[in-house]
């Protein structure tokens, strides 16, 4: 039986969220709920909102930088 983890992915980018999104379900060896926001805005309400098991940040997003 595998696992079922709760991803949140914080991407800006829809190509690039969609490549990961992919490569999560293609790898096959876990089950995924994968939640997507697309700023560190939006990840924080995330994470208040709902525990996640792992969060995939693109540490280049725009409200990232000082």
Same mark, same amino acid.
């Given at each position: 039986?595998? *696992?079922?983890?709760?991803?949140?992915?914080?991407?800006?980018?829809p190509s690039h969220a969609k =490549?990961?999104?992919?490569?999560?379900?293609?790898?096959?060896? *876990?089950?995924?709920? #994968?939640?997507?926001?697309?700023? =560190?805005a939006s990840a924080a309400a995330? %994470?208040?909102?709902?525990?996640?098991?792992? %969060?995939? #940040?693109?540490?280049? =997003?725009?409200?990232c930088r000082p």
């Amino acid at each position: 039986m595998k *696992t079922r983890l709760k991803a949140l992915l914080v991407e800006d980018d829809p190509s690039h969220a969609k =490549l990961v999104e992919r490569a999560l379900f293609k790898a096959d060896l *876990t089950d995924f709920d #994968l939640k997507h926001v697309q700023n =560190l805005a939006s990840a924080a309400a995330a %994470i208040a909102a709902e525990p996640f098991d792992v %969060i995939l #940040l693109d540490l280049g =997003l725009p409200d990232c930088r000082p």
